[in-house]
Nanobody
Framework: QVQLVESGGGLVQAGGSLRLSCAAA????????MCWYRQAPGKQRELVAL???????RYADSVKGRFTISRDNSKNTVYLQMNSLEPEDTAVYLC?????????WGQGTQVTVSS
């Protein structure tokens, strides 16, 4: 059973930075796309950033220039560096990984940005 474990969330002031990590455990197959999503109270889950196995990236317009997604294939880990955080970035951040045609999800980590 593949498990995705996120870490790095917390409380930060506006303008601050956080780095999220998500490690995939028990994965014996190639991990293709890895993504970060977020879900704020009362809002739909939205894709924040995606990175392919080869390193191609895609970002939501709202985070372009502020967030950077990266991955370490040797560690089955994806990262999200978040800079210039805004109160609107407050949400539960979840990672996902596409493995052998299935999408696996982490449990989420809370990010709260105070104004």
């Amino acid at each position: 059973q593949v498990q995705l474990v996120e870490s790095g969330g917390g409380l930060v002031q506006a303008g601050g930075s956080l780095r999220l990590s998500c490690a995939a455990a028990n994965s014996y197959f190639t991990i293709n796309n890895m993504c970060w999503y977020r879900q704020a109270p009362g809002k739909q889950r939205e894709l924040v950033a995606l990175i392919s196995r080869g390193g191609a990236t895609r970002y939501a317009d709202s985070v372009k220039g502020r967030f950077t997604i990266s991955r370490d294939n040797s560690k089955n880990t994806v990262y999200l560096q978040m800079n210039s955080l805004e109160p609107e970035d407050t949400a539960v951040y979840l990672c996902s990984a596409s493995i052998e045609g299935s999408v696996h999800w982490g449990q989420g980590t809370q990010v709260t940005v105070s104004s």
